[in-house]
């Protein structure tokens, strides 16, 4: 089994491979002044819960947004499996190639995500992971990561128009009710889902344009269960879609035992 950790800018979420299937997935929130020590009891006891076994771990995988804890987590689990583990970077065989100018500064989460699209899903093909940001990449048909897109996530957008005005209260995004908001929570909600899928469909016509063939679109990220049934066009799901990319790294990059 390959323990595998993706620390995001709002939640830490760790999981267990073994192949192609995820055994178990658990998040912990992100906490920049949180220490290694804390980190490691924290990882320590929500392992145990989930009846983690480190004589079964045989590799592990770090893939951070957050710099600051890097370093931190890749600690924490060597002293829980004693393995040290693979840091997620644009140096390793990614089964891409790159066609950005600064390929050091992709997120290591768009990494990890590119390479399950290139690996498990028909090119070319996008992927939009629905987080704190959401953010699209592009592969086309020959494996070159093309770059994307990166806006602000549906909570982050509405916690920002909350902020900046005097009378539209924070709300929680969820399916909408209907189309067009009858009231102000459901005017915000309904902007907030609808747009985003309004804007995943925008985004692909055009890329489809560019590319003069047809995308394969996988959507990843807590809130893609309720966009997805807004868009008018095919979009496929995969919950474990960064998951299953570090998996591919691991498998890529791992030195032979």
């Known amino acids: 089994m390959i323990l595998a950790v993706?620390?995001?800018?709002t939640n830490i979420c760790i999981g267990g491979l073994d192949g192609s299937n995820v055994l178990f997935t658990f998040r912990m929130v992100t906490r920049p002044r949180c220490t290694q020590d804390e980190y490691t009891a924290e990882l320590r006891f929500l392992l145990r819960r989930v009846g983690f076994d480190a004589a079964a771990c045989t590799g592990a995988i770090v893939c951070s947004v957050v710099p600051v804890l890097s370093d931190h987590l890749a600690r924490a689990v060597l002293r829980l499996t004693g393995?040290?583990?693979?840091r997620v970077s644009h140096t390793l065989d990614t089964g891409l190639q790159f066609a950005v100018d600064a390929p050091?500064?992709?997120?290591?989460?768009?990494?990890?995500?590119?390479?399950?699209?290139?690996?498990?899903?028909?090119?070319?093909?996008?992927?939009?992971d629905l987080g704190t940001a959401s953010t699209y990449n592009v592969i086309d048909a020959d494996r070159r990561f093309l770059g994307g897109f990166i806006v602000?996530?549906?909570?982050?957008?509405?916690?920002?128009?909350?902020?900046?005005?005097?009378?539209?209260?924070p709300i929680a995004p969820?399916?909408?009710?209907?189309?067009?908001?009858?009231?102000?929570?459901?005017?915000?909600?309904?902007?907030?889902?609808f747009g985003?899928?309004?804007?995943?469909?925008?985004?692909?016509?055009?890329?489809?344009?560019?590319?003069?063939?047809?995308?394969?679109?996988?959507?990843?990220?807590g809130l893609a269960p309720c966009i997805i049934p807004c868009c008018r066009r095919r979009v496929l799901y995969d919950a474990d879609l960064l998951f299953k990319g570090l998996r591919v790294l691991y498998d890529r990059n791992a030195p032979a035992t």
């Open 104 to 128: 050091e500064r992709v997120g290591q989460d768009r990494l990890a995500d590119a390479a399950a699209a290139a690996a498990l899903y028909p090119l070319p093909c996008m992927t939009v």
């Open 83 to 86: 393995l040290a583990p693979l």
């Open 6 to 9: 993706d620390i995001g800018n």
């Open 152 to 169: 602000p996530g549906v909570q982050t957008s509405l916690r920002a128009i909350s902020a900046g005005t005097a009378q539209l209260p």
């Open 196 to 221: 985003t899928a309004a804007m995943l469909e925008g985004l692909t016509d055009r890329v489809e344009a560019e590319l003069g063939a047809p995308l394969t679109v996988v959507a990843t990220g």
């Open 174 to 193: 969820e399916p909408p009710a209907s189309l067009i908001g009858k009231d102000t929570v459901g005017c915000l909600n309904s902007g907030a889902i």
